[in-house]
């Protein structure tokens, strides 16, 4: 998959995005309930956005294609820490609280980035901001 600057501003009104994704999330709640869908291995995902609903603090209309990583890192790729972490905190060696949130399976993360995206915000000044579309995935 390859990103293009021109996917950002692509033009599209905010109304006919949220259409598509209301009729697309329709299609994917169909089926048997009760029934546990198998979470998708990690890899790269996409969704158009604003600039602004990142949350990055711009006040931008501008649309992009906002590339991240998601889906279920499998126990095969764990590392020994990641055991070693898993045991003693089963065997009661490190207690389960509030505070001390423990996770001893890999997540699901970027391990390469598109280089930047520049946009417009709405008082029609320029930006660039690195490190925030996803080019590559891997568990970590």
Known sequence: MCFYPATLGSGLSRNSREESQESSSQRTK?????????????????VEVTVGELGLGYD???????????GRCTASRRRNYDIALEHTRRAGLIKKGRRDKVQYSPCCR???????ISFLDNNSRYHTVQEVLA???GCA
Not at 30 to 46: I, N
Not at 60 to 70: M, Q, V
């Open 30 to 46: 169909g089926g048997k309930s009760g029934r546990r869908r198998r979470l998708k291995p990690c890899s790269l995902r996409e």
């Open 135 to 137: 080019r590559e995935c």
């Open 110 to 116: 970027p391990i390469a980035y598109e280089k930047d």
């Open 60 to 70: 931008s209309d501008e649309i992009l294609l906002f590339r991240y990583c998601s």
